[in-house]
């Protein structure tokens, strides 16, 4: 049986191209299953399984009613009392991100720190002054941390 020519480097790179992928993620897999479970309720989002590696719960912000269209983030009224609302939990170390979309469309998110559990995350938000007063609208959503440092 003859033996087959020795691969070239260029088409071994775009094999290792083409397999890295696939490799990658299937270490992404079993690192999941393997991990910290999350909250019944974000479980039975669709594409998330019981256990995951790094679950957070993350804020979405996106204009409410009261958003006025003709006027910058920093312009709108009430936005002070979101930025102090927020900066709250910043103190505590229970923010690690957060910020406006810059943006046509507005709005922002907010990445609570790990392990703060969803219903409060949930609840810290709701009661957002400019949630109340709707000049935002709040959304929140979990988050699989796939890759990062």
């Known amino acids: 049986m003859p033996t087959p020519p020795p691969m070239h480097h260029s088409r071994l ?4 191209r083409l397999w890295l992928p696939l490799i990658a993620g ?3 897999q079993a690192s999941a ?3 910290v479970p999350v909250s019944p309720a ?6 998330l399984t019981r256990t995951t590696q790094d679950v957070r719960f993350v804020v979405f912000h996106t204009p409410g009613p009261a958003w006025q269209a003709d006027r910058s983030v920093f312009e709108q009224p ?3 009392a979101h930025i102090a609302h927020y900066r709250q939990w910043l103190e505590a170390g229970k923010l690690q991100l957060g910020g406006p979309h810059l943006d046509a469309r507005g709005g922002g998110m907010m990445i609570p720190a790990a392990g703060i559990p969803e ?3 949930r609840r810290f938000a709701e009661a957002d002054p400019a949630v109340q007063s709707g000049l ?3 959304v929140v959503r979990p988050w699989l941390i796939g890759m990062g440092s």
């Open 26 to 28: 299937l270490s992404l």
């Open 13 to 16: 790179r775009h094999a290792w």
């Open 78 to 80: 009430g936005i002070r």
């Open 136 to 138: 935002l609208r709040v």
């Open 119 to 121: 219903d409060e995350i």
């Open 42 to 47: 974000s479980a039975a989002a669709p594409g």
């Open 33 to 35: 299953q393997t991990a």
